[in-house]
């Protein structure tokens, strides 16, 4: 099975490379170029909720995948982004294996769609406010509805689905990002896809203060109900990526054949650095 071959070569290369990886005094466990936070769901929604209600400067939110880690591997731009990001947690099973195999630690899954759930549920009982930004067209509103209906309390701030390529549009961008800040958010959901939602935050809605930027990819799909996600059990074998993949082949067969490759590569080659010489083990 795929998603075994993949933790096979984890647990080969850690064999042939088995010095450890040293875990920062931050609370993240060192994956080369990324550093990935080790926040069970519990203490990182915690967190965040209490940021969210209190903060007055924004803190990014990054769920990093397979994908992420090439993207930022090979574009200097995206990863000073996610480095800057003050909570990437693991969104993908590659990376809690990498980060269980050479970080020697556990790292929870927290998937997108899961942290939303999470502090929607919790953010109710203190009338947290949020906004929705992208997602396919209608999609954004629907997740609005069900998040009101699943957790009575919580504060729809806005929604909002701009065209393609509004960022570019000084006036179509001007006109979003008074929209946001006129709502007033304590929470929002950026769902533009990677790297450009990670991008928007850092550059758009820091200047703005909003307390909490999650960017969230395709959670408004699976919310809204366009698409059903994996069973439970499909989640916690690992498997929610073949699931996806049998949904949607045409979309993603790249992105899990081919990117989880260039994943295992990209890992295997920091690893190869570390050894030589492990002062530049994130060089």
Not at 45 to 65: C, D, K, P, S, W
Not at 83 to 108: H, Q, S
Not at 169 to 194: M, N, R
Not at 197 to 203: K, L, N, R, T
Request: include cysteine.
């Amino acid at each position: 099975m795929y998603t075994t071959s993949i933790e096979a070569e984890f647990q080969s290369s850690a064999k042939v490379l088995h010095s450890a990886v040293s875990k920062n005094k931050t609370g993240r466990t060192s994956l080369g170029n990324l550093d990935i936070d080790d926040y069970s769901e519990t203490e990182l929604t915690r967190a965040v909720l209490e940021h969210a209600m209190h903060g007055q400067t924004t803190r990014q939110i990054a769920t990093v995948n397979a994908q992420f880690y090439v993207l930022a591997e090979k574009l200097l731009s995206f990863r000073t982004c996610l480095n800057r990001a003050e909570y990437l947690c693991a969104d993908g099973m590659p990376i809690v294996w990498a980060c269980k195999t050479f970080g020697k630690r556990a790292v929870p899954r927290i998937a997108g769609v899961d942290l939303i759930a999470d502090l929607s549920r919790a953010g109710a009982k203190r009338g947290m406010r949020v906004f929705l930004l992208g997602g396919h067209p209608g999609t954004a509103e629907a997740t609005a509805d069900f998040l009101r209906e699943t957790y009575p309390g919580l504060k729809i701030a806005g929604v909002r689905c701009p065209s393609q390529g509004f960022e570019k549009d000084p006036v179509a961008l001007s006109e979003t990002l008074e929209e946001i800040k006129a709502a007033k958010p304590e929470v929002i959901f950026v769902a533009l896809g990677a790297p450009k939602q990670e991008f928007f935050i850092d550059q758009h809605i820091r200047p703005l203060k909003i307390p909490i930027a999650i960017g969230i990819g395709g959670s408004f799909e699976i919310l809204s109900g366009r698409l059903r996600r994996a069973p439970k059990w499909m989640q916690e074998k690992g498997l929610e990526w073949c699931y996806r993949l049998l949904h949607e082949p045409r979309r993603l067969w790249k992105r899990y054949l081919i990117g989880n490759v260039e994943f295992i590569w990209c890992v295997f080659k920091w690893r190869c650095r570390q050894v030589r010489s492990p002062s530049n083990a994130t060089a």
